[in-house]
């Protein structure tokens, strides 16, 4: 792959899932050894950290799309250089159990490998997320 509007239609095919609450959908845009990173720390938000692999990363996706809906995505920034793509979205995300809504803005470092993705790393207002979990 490599090319910047075929790395840009994989991820908003992510995106459109993710979006749709698909967690089948967005897992078939990874590699069947891919990885997704949350970053932060594990000890102030049990959310954050590393899965790899198919069956991991459809059980993580699939419990972040049961606690938290996103509602809008505006995407804000596209770099795309080589195999790496940066993405600076701004979300409004329902929280499910207490309904609370808020708006955030993420930045998800994306490695591609064979045309699908090899390595997803998100950045996000963790502090917030733990505030509207607590």
């Known amino acids: 792959m490599g090319h910047r509007e075929d ?3 994989v991820i908003k ?10 967690a089948e959908g967005l897992v078939a845009a990874f590699r069947p050894e891919g990885t997704f990173n949350l970053i932060g720390d594990h ?3 049990h959310l ?11 059980k993580a996706f699939g419990q972040f799309i049961e606690h938290f809906a ?4 505006e995407i804000l920034t596209e770099v795309v250089e080589g195999n790496h793509a940066a993405i600076r979205s701004r979300l409004v ?3 499910h159990p207490n309904g609370k809504i808020f708006s955030t803005e993420v930045l998800d470092l994306f490695k591609f ?3 699908k993705i090899i390595e997803l790393i998100e950045f996000a207002d963790t502090a917030l ?3 509207i979990i607590s």
């Open 48 to 58: 954050t950290g590393s899965v790899r692999g198919q069956q991991p990363l459809l």
């Open 129 to 131: 997320v733990k505030a």
């Open 70 to 73: 996103f509602e809008k995505r």
């Open 7 to 9: 790395m840009l239609d």
């Open 113 to 115: 490998q064979d045309g």
């Open 13 to 22: 095919r992510a995106y459109a899932a993710r979006g749709a609450g698909d």
């Open 43 to 45: 000890s102030a938000l």
């Open 93 to 95: 995300i329902r929280y």
